[in-house]
């Protein structure tokens, strides 16, 4: 059983910026830039299996942010803002654009399943893991806006739950045993201002958490047995900033029960995530792993502390039910300016590994 996790996104190394932005000047071609991915992936890759982690993501390299790469492969998605900030400590940053559909929805290409077959191709040891954005994130901050091409909800949804069938299956056939889906959405619900805000546009925010349950469900519906599918929660994280604040309390019971996964990735690394008693809605056979370490700032949490915090987990289920990792991915925002470094980074991934092995050796 995997104690550790780690959320997929790594920080781009300047080379494979700089090849982005010369594709986007039109010095350099496709397979230039496919080039460049292709060595940057093999060195995260590398560079995962130095630290010993059981999971191995190829950092979405081949992506602008955490969510384009499922945005970018569909047909019929446009942008506009949603309701939701991003803000830090001290200001607030700006409005997050969210996708809509502003054309009937349909996969023009092949979502993560080629970037999942390159990505085997080159790990050596441990589970090569694909994340892609979660079904609910293409509803949630928009709620009635966000289909402008179908006549209600129900008719969108049956559109993502096709394509989101038709990429399990491309995964399925090249061999994918572990699939990450990244909610947005759910912990969002959490918070006090945001259920406001789903209330004056006219929806209820509880019915929405039980409908994004069951939205997960028939989205994943035909993954064969051997295929584990992980949520990772996470209440928003740009380059330190966040969306959401509160406990899980509000849609823990529908979580922890409705969702037909084994692993949650919960976000944890700060107040703003609640303290553990949701926990004690998590039935036997599922485990959570505690994202206790940040991905928001480079400052290294302390060994001891981290133990503590997950004493204080374990008072709410078994220990056994119980794992470690990092918050968020490390470069959810895709560009350079990250909060952390390559190096901030390997020190938390080692920190995680540590606390790990001394406490579940």
Known sequence: MNRVEHVGSFVRPEKLLNAVRERKAGRIDDAQLKKAQDEAIRDIVAFQESIGLPSITDGEFRRRSWSAGFIDAIDGFGLRDGTLSFRDETRVIGVAASPYAKAPLKRKKRIVADDYRFLKSVVKRGVPKVTMAAPDVMHYFLGPKAFDAYKDREAFFADLVKIYREEIRDLAADGCTYLQLDDTALPCNCDAHARQDVV???????????????????????????????????????????????????????????????VYCLEYDTERAGDFAPLRYLPKGKRVILGLVSTKTPVLERKEDLKKRIDAAAKHIALDQLGIGPQCGFSSGGGGGQALSADDTRRKLELVMEVARDVWR
Not at 234 to 257: D, V
Request: hydrophobic share 35%; net charge negative.
């Open 200 to 262: 004056n546009r006219g929806e209820n925010p509880d019915e929405l958490t039980e409908r994004y349950a069951k939205l997960f469900n028939e989205a994943i519906a035909q993954k064969p047995r051997d295929m584990t599918v992980a949520v990772h929660l996470c209440r928003g994280n740009l380059k330190g900033a966040w969306m959401a604040e509160g406990g899980y309390e509000p849609i823990a019971e529908a979580l922890f029960n409705r969702l037909d996964t084994t």
